[in-house]
């Protein structure tokens, strides 16, 4: 299985996928009822539909991800409606101990208002330990209700939004590079854009050439790894 993890506890694992390049060549030629017609004019179609906008055979090419993510990130990507969700109920499960706890803490950002700013100035040790004190009251406090009786879905109301989730998550090409598109860049909160980097390499893995139309053709966002790997599709892209 390809397991890969992200911040301290999650992980995204690709639990099958459908389709891949070929079944994007296969669904764009079904139009004129021809299928394959090798490598090259293969690649260079797929670079053709992105490019033109043709974007209803990335539908044909299908992942199903195991995800594990911060609550606070499930809520972000769940606004993603294109895909199909299942999440793990606290209504019918006691949650573990599990808390997601950053490396460090970033400063707000005073030019973009949602954004944030690395800073060496804050004290991260100290307030790690703070943090940390609020979500060990937390848990204790939902542990007290579990304990008094009280439905575990009342409990539940008691845990901060840094509890892990998890979730299986079915994607097609179309919505997986608008998700990437958006929760990769620079723009995104960090934490999401660690999940799409995750994500972004699975893509790369099981659909190389949809992966590289995508970054010549639809990526304008920001980010150290896909910027340079976009260097070398649009120099290697057909288009
Ligand atoms: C940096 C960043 C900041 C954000 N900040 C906020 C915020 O402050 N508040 C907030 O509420 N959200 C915020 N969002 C969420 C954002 O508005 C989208 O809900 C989210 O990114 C999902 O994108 P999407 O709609 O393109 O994806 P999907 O829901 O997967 O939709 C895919 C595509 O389908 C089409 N589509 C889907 N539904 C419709 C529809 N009803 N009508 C017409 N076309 C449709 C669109 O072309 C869309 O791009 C933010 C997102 C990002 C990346």
């Excluded at 996928?17 to 179609?45: I, P």
């Excluded at 606290?90 to 950053?102: A, E, G, N």
């Excluded at 579990?146 to 439905?151: F, K, L, S």
């Excluded at 972004?200 to 790894?225: H, I, M, Q």
């Amino acid at each position: 299985m390809n397991e890969i993890q992200v911040l301290d506890k999650g992980f995204v694992r690709l639990v099958e996928h459908m389709g891949g390049d070929q079944g994007v060549v296969q669904a764009a030629r079904v139009s004129y009822a021809g299928t394959t017609k090798g490598d090259e004019k293969d690649k260079k179609l797929i670079a053709y539909l992105l490019k033109h906008q043709h974007l209803t055979p990335f539908e044909h090419a299908l992942w199903k991800f195991h995800v594990k993510c911060p609550i606070f990130v499930a809520r972000q990507w769940f606004r993603h409606r294109f895909a199909a969700y299942n999440e793990v109920s606290f209504r019918y499960t006691q949650t573990k101990d599990d808390f997601y706890f950053p490396a460090t803490w970033r400063a707000q950002d005073l030019k973009n208002k949602q954004g944030s700013v690395s800073s060496p100035q804050l004290d991260h040790a100290a307030l790690s330990k703070v943090f940390k004190a609020s979500v060990d009251q937390s848990f204790k406090a939902y542990e007290a209700l579990i304990a008094a009786g009280v439905a575990r879905e009342m409990a539940r109301m008691a845990l901060p939004v840094n509890l892990y989730t998890e979730f299986y998550w079915t994607v097609n090409a179309r919505s997986l590079m608008n998700f990437l598109a958006l929760r990769a860049d620079g723009h995104a909160q960090l934490e999401i854009q660690a999940y799409a980097e995750a994500l972004s390499k699975s893509f790369k893995e099981t659909a190389p050439w949809t992966y590289e139309a995508f970054l010549a053709n639809v990526w304008k966002g920001s980010n150290a790894r896909l910027d340079a790997e976009k260097e070398k599709a649009c120099a290697a892209s057909p288009a």
